[in-house]
């Protein structure tokens, strides 16, 4: 058995834990033969294939790194593939071929909604063996309680807010931590909840500015100081996208504490400083949650290639791996529900969401 294995999408601390134990389940459990693709669909697209073999002696002492050794891209979809002119060009049936190429029995691809529905795609196209794992630091895969690499996120994140707490109270500022989790406020909630923040702002509750302010008030008449934890894709004061575009003309999100900092010192008086935290949420030793995870999706994930059961992706739930359809798992996008049982936590610790009545 000939087993390709991929990780693709953002990369997430977790991802070398992962390709770690698919690597010893295949060999040592298996006997099968593991070919790592390099750089996700890129290494399919390429002529020689750019793959390596993978053994338990190469990726062990992998465990704990962050970043994936297999490398990984959140570009170039290989059905609208950026030609050299700026126009797009279907690829596709070379990545798929790729799989051919290698002369592959099955693939593990590793990856968030995006990643795996465009794997899914081309094993429909190339009649892959297609078994899927879901990371992405957004947490926003339907199907599974945690994607491998959110637990690490929510865990840097948590510590830039009790760093924050710090300094916000030798001031007697209003902080404002800005952090990702593209169009899902997951990040944004468990880290709030868990830094102690007293407003947590997420893309799925719509907020007013009358509210916020009304709650740093309300806490600076306790204490000298606020903390704000506000997810990437929460909309402006006045309903309106903060995106900025990037040198390759694409749309990123990116702004939005900035803005809201600004609202909270001109409507308040409050002094405020904006962290953007950015990747940073992205690098570094995987939490331990992520690591169990990464080992029991992978091990998961070989056993269901074993067992010829295909087109699957493996999900945590209830405290255990169980495998969902893929295509079910990426048919929705899985944002916070706003009567989510984190929501309601947060509420009852009095730690506002922007949406308080009686306020406007
Ligand atoms: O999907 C993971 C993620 O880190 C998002 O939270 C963020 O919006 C995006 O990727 C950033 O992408 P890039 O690495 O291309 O800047």
Redesign the pocket.
Same mark, same amino acid.
């Given at each position: 058995m000939r087993l390709g294995l991929l990780t693709s999408?953002?990369?997430?601390a977790g991802l070398n834990a992962v390709i770690r134990a698919v690597v010893t389940r295949a060999v040592l459990g298996h006997g099968w033969q593991v070919l790592g693709i390099r750089q996700a669909t890129h290494g399919l697209l390429s002529r020689p294939v750019d793959a390596v073999e993978l053994t338990p002696d190469g990726v062990a002492g992998v465990l704990n790194l962050g970043g994936t050794l297999l490398g990984t891209t959140?570009?170039d979809n290989p059905f609208a593939y950026p030609a050299r002119d700026g126009h797009a060009t279907d690829r596709s049936a070379v990545v798929a071929e790729g799989y051919h190429e290698l002369r592959l029995d099955a693939l593990i691809g590793v990856g968030?909604d995006g990643s795996l529905s465009i794997l899914r795609r081309l094993a429909g196209q190339g009649g892959w063996k297609l078994v899927g794992i879901p990371k992405?630091?957004?947490n926003?895969v339907r199907h599974t309680e945690h994607a491998i690499g959110f637990n690490s996120a929510v865990a840097i994140a948590t510590e830039a807010v009790d760093r924050l707490h710090v300094t916000a109270a030798s001031h007697s500022r209003v902080m404002v931590l800005e952090v990702?989790? !593209?169009d899902a406020g997951h990040?944004a909630l468990s880290a709030g909840i868990a830094g102690g923040a007293d407003v947590i702002l997420i893309p799925e509750i719509p907020y007013t500015m009358a509210a916020i302010c009304g709650k740093i008030e309300e806490r600076r008449r306790r204490r000298n100081f606020s903390i704000v934890v506000v997810a990437?894709?929460v909309k402006g004061p006045a309903g309106e996208t903060i995106t900025y575009m990037?040198a390759h003309g694409?749309s !990123?999100?990116g702004g939005i504490g900035a803005l809201i900092a600004q609202e909270i010192a001109s409507r308040t008086g409050a002094e405020t400083r904006v962290t953007v935290l950015g990747?940073v949420?992205?690098g570094g030793a995987p939490a331990p949650l992520d690591r169990v995870l990464a080992s029991a999706f992978g091990v998961y994930a070989v056993d269901l290639v074993a067992a010829a059961r295909y087109d699957r992706m493996v999900a945590w739930q209830n405290r255990r791996v169980v495998d969902v359809p893929i295509a079910e798992a990426v048919a929705q996008y899985h944002g916070v529900d706003p009567d989510d049982a984190l929501v309601h936590t947060a509420r009852g610790l009095g730690i506002a969401f922007g949406d308080e009545v009686g306020r406007d």
């Open positions: 999408g953002g990369d997430c959140n570009r968030g992405t630091i957004d926003d990702m989790g !593209r990040i990437e894709s990037d694409q !990123r999100y990747h949420q992205r």
